[in-house]
T-cell receptor, first 114, second 112 residues
Framework: GAVVSQHPSRVICKSGTSVKIECRSL??????MFWYRQFPKQSLMLMAT?????????EQGVEKDKFLINHASLTLSTLTVTSAHPEDSSFYIC??????????FGPGTRLTVL | QKEVEQDPGPLSVPEGAIVSLNCTYS??????FMWYRQYSRKGPELLMY????GNKEDGRFTAQVDKSSKYISLFIRDSQPSDSATYLC????????????FGTGTRLQVTL
């Protein structure tokens, strides 16, 4: 069964609103989680590394004030897209390392901004 | 130039064919090479990984890494319709549980 869940699986919102996406590790603790974004016919691009108990680390070109990440507990990381615009429409996927050599991906959240 | 290049396909093959999927990369720091399978609107799932150069076999799947050429391959023998998916290569300098750099993915269709 799934070991990393995401909620919601799909969200449609109006331009200018904020959207929160949750990523949970179901039966293990994850001090680190990764957030990726995937545009149609493009690769998964790492947006940021979420760290429990400290600030997230953002990749170059990713606006930290627009994509707020909070690693609230050892099993939960949230990504909030603030003031979303149509160009933010994408497939957002999180992943969580379970051991030194294992990483599980969530099922993804499809965000559509109208 | 992207760090990882992968032909997006689509690639259509008949059932039973041998499939060859490939990626090239430019970052010589990559040491871990992974192949993920992704079904439509789902998260990727790891098929197999290889450390440094060499071959690795798992059932019908064989992964090859040639670091001198910065070229990796995934071979699927006796392909089945259930293999129809998008296959993504991914790489990391530090490990399979670290942040990854992905290719665009190759969409594979295995027909009856």
């Amino acid at each position: 069964g799934a070991v990393v869940s995401q909620h919601p699986s799909r969200v449609i919102c109006k331009s200018g609103t904020s959207v929160k996406i949750e990523c949970r590790s179901l039966d293990f603790q994850a001090t680190t989680m990764f957030w990726y974004r995937q545009f149609p016919k493009q690769s998964l691009m790492l947006m940021a590394t979420s760290n429990e108990g400290s600030k997230a680390t953002y990749e170059q070109g990713v606006e930290k004030d627009k994509f707020l990440i909070n690693h609230a507990s050892l099993t939960l990381s949230t990504l909030t897209v603030t003031s979303a615009h149509p160009e933010d429409s994408s497939f957002y996927i999180c992943s969580a390392p379970r051991a030194a050599d294992t990483q599980y991906f969530g099922p993804g959240t499809r965000l559509t901004v109208l | 130039q992207k760090e990882v290049e992968q032909d997006p396909g689509p690639l259509s093959v008949p059932e039973g064919a041998i499939v060859s999927l490939n990626c090239t990369y430019s970052n010589s720091a990559f040491q871990y090479f992974m192949w993920y399978r992704q079904y439509s609107r789902k998260g990727p799932e790891l098929l197999m990984y290889t450390y440094s150069s060499g071959n690795k076999e798992d059932g019908r799947f064989t992964a090859q890494v040639d670091k001198s050429s910065k070229y990796i391959s995934l071979f699927i023998r006796d392909s089945q319709p259930s293999d129809s998916a998008t296959y993504l290569c991914a790489m990391s300098p530090t490990g399979t549980a670290s942040k990854l750099t992905f290719g665009t993915g190759t969409r594979l269709q295995v027909t009856l």
